[in-house]
């Protein structure tokens, strides 16, 4: 039950009615509040203590997050911290008011000016939850932008008051928050890159939702998730059989590098490599093909013939040749200049990924109408900017980013991979997967040819499982390993081979 929770990310209206089918059951909201607000107070304490932090500033909203707040600088105060609480609302939620009184009758002092808590070691954001879709007053943006400029650590409540729910966008300003406290799922803005900034550190206090309340508002399987390590583990092709060939364990084609990127191929190779494909072909340029037999000996290096600028002219596959491989992925390295190949490669009858130069080839085409007409399956590996060149019309909609990411996978017919801090996946049904860490490290030239090659071997081996989970659980291994060998070395010290090599660590790492 805990990792069926802890995996489901929801919207912002999506937690509204889970919460109303909890207080339909027979929960108080009040009781709710109470147990909520109690966990926070328990963890901020273990975070924070008070032989540390003596002294904290509490800022307490209108809604239900200022009574969560509330009741945290009660139990803070009782514990024995000095509490002061900002409160710069009049009318408050009626519950909220309750706290309020209460927490007066002790002896917290309360203030509707900001400045009293400014020498406070420790302050919580209690200001605005989940929900807040409207700027913040400019009285507030003031008081955020004070704060922001303050040294000592902040916890928010739930999320980072100003942050939408769904977007991550800062309506108007919002709390960068040293710690954030995700109050019982996750919500979509923990995984948009544009809130990381405000995020902190951030975890998720658990307070009791069960799975049939939240099946009672979402459909299965959930429509986005997270993705985690125990998940990543069994979407591995292990154990292998104990009788069994390298034939059997997935034949993966490779089409990438040029005279001017011949490094892409050797990486993309490399991370193919560490996905323990049992048969690994990679067709290149003629010219880089000793190159290739010394870097990747086991592979079978395929020499093609090129044009004057260096990239692959065409390919010596027939049709039903190419069609034979479990998984083709084009485009690392191959420079525009291979056009041919890549419209050649998008009627093949096996899956499909396509990278870096074959994306900028395919965004000259009508994208969605070329992909619409594969019957096989077709993944797309975009960083931002791609993105936005395969799909301008979407991205000139301004939706968010997870539902022009769940938009484009729609009308194209494809599972899409969205690179980024927070990279997401998802299908042409809506399905979506959300990976929860990466590092800055990967921010090197390099990083997505070895995903790129540990993804098609991945998926070349794995016949009894979905695509898009292949698919996420590649990315989930490709972000690990670059915390891991960040963590080891530096971020600075994560070059692409590097990074090839911390795979199959990340994977037996606890």
Not at 71 to 82: F, M, Q, T
Not at 379 to 388: A, I, M, Q, R, S
Request: some cysteine; overall charge negative; proline content about 5%.
């Amino acid at each position: 039950m805990k990792n069926i929770v802890e995996t489901i990310i929801v919207s912002a209206s999506q937690m509204q009615q889970i919460e109303e089918q909890i207080f339909a059951a027979g929960m108080p909201v009040s009781a709710l509040m109470e147990k909520a607000a109690r966990l926070c107070s328990d963890r901020i304490q273990d975070l924070y203590p008070q032989s540390a932090f003596t002294s904290v500033g509490i800022l307490v909203g209108p809604g239900h997050n200022g009574g969560d707040a509330l009741v945290v600088a009660r139990e803070l105060y009782l514990a024995g911290y000095k509490v002061k609480v900002f409160r710069p609302f009049f009318k408050l939620k009626s519950l909220t008011t309750n706290h309020s009184n209460y927490a007066t009758s002790l002896g917290i002092n309360f203030y509707d000016e900001i400045e009293p808590l400014q020498k406070c070691q420790l302050l919580i954001d209690g200001l605005f939850g989940f929900g807040l879709t409207r700027e913040l007053p400019p009285n507030i943006v003031e008081v955020v932008n004070s704060i922001n400029n303050w040294s000592q650590p902040v916890v928010s409540i739930d999320l980072p008051s100003g942050i939408h729910t769904d977007t991550g966008e800062a309506l108007g300003g919002a709390i960068k928050a040293s710690h954030t406290l995700c109050l019982g799922l996750w919500k979509q803005a923990f995984f948009q890159d544009v809130a990381l900034a405000y995020l902190g550190k951030s975890e998720r206090v658990d307070f009791g939702i069960l799975p049939h309340q939240i099946w009672s508002v979402l459909t299965k399987p959930a429509p986005v998730k997270k993705m985690d390590r125990e998940i990543a583990l069994k979407l591995l092709p292990l154990p292998r059989p104990s009788v069994t060939h390298k034939y059997s364990q997935g034949h993966l084609l490779l089409i990438c590098g040029s005279l001017r990127y011949a490094g892409a191929a050797i990486l993309t190779a490399l991370g193919a490599r560490a996905s323990g494909v049992g048969m690994l072909s990679v067709a290149v340029p003629e010219s880089l093909k000793t190159m290739m037999v010394s870097q990747i000996p086991e592979a079978l290096i395929i020499e093609c013939p090129e044009n004057k600028e260096g990239a692959i002219a065409s390919l010596p596959f027939s049709q039903t040749n190419l069609n034979q491989f479990q998984v083709i992925a084009c485009g690392c390295g191959i420079t525009k200049d291979a056009k041919s190949i890549v419209e050649k490669v998008l009627s093949v009858e096996c899956p499909l990924i396509l990278d870096a130069d074959a994306l900028n080839i395919l965004s000259e085409q009508d994208v969605i109408e070329v992909l619409a007409q594969r019957e096989f399956p077709t993944v797309l590996t975009p960083h931002e900017g791609e993105f936005k060149r395969l799909f301008p019309e979407i991205v000139n909609d301004t939706l968010d980013r997870l539902t022009r990411l769940q938009t484009a996978a729609q009308q194209s017919n494809s599972i899409i991979l969205l690179k980024g801090a927070r990279t997401a996946i998802a299908n042409e049904t809506g399905l979506t997967w959300l990976i929860p860490e990466s590092t800055p490290a990967l921010a090197r030239g390099g990083s997505g040819d070895v995903l790129t090659g540990l993804m098609g071997g991945l998926i070349a081996q794995t016949k009894d499982k979905k695509l898009l989970d292949i698919v996420a659980g590649a990315a989930f291994w490709h972000a690990r390993s670059g915390i891991l060998a960040a963590k080891e070395r530096t971020e600075l010290g994560v070059d692409a081979t590097t990074l090839a090599e911390y795979i199959q660590l990340a994977i037996i790492s606890t």
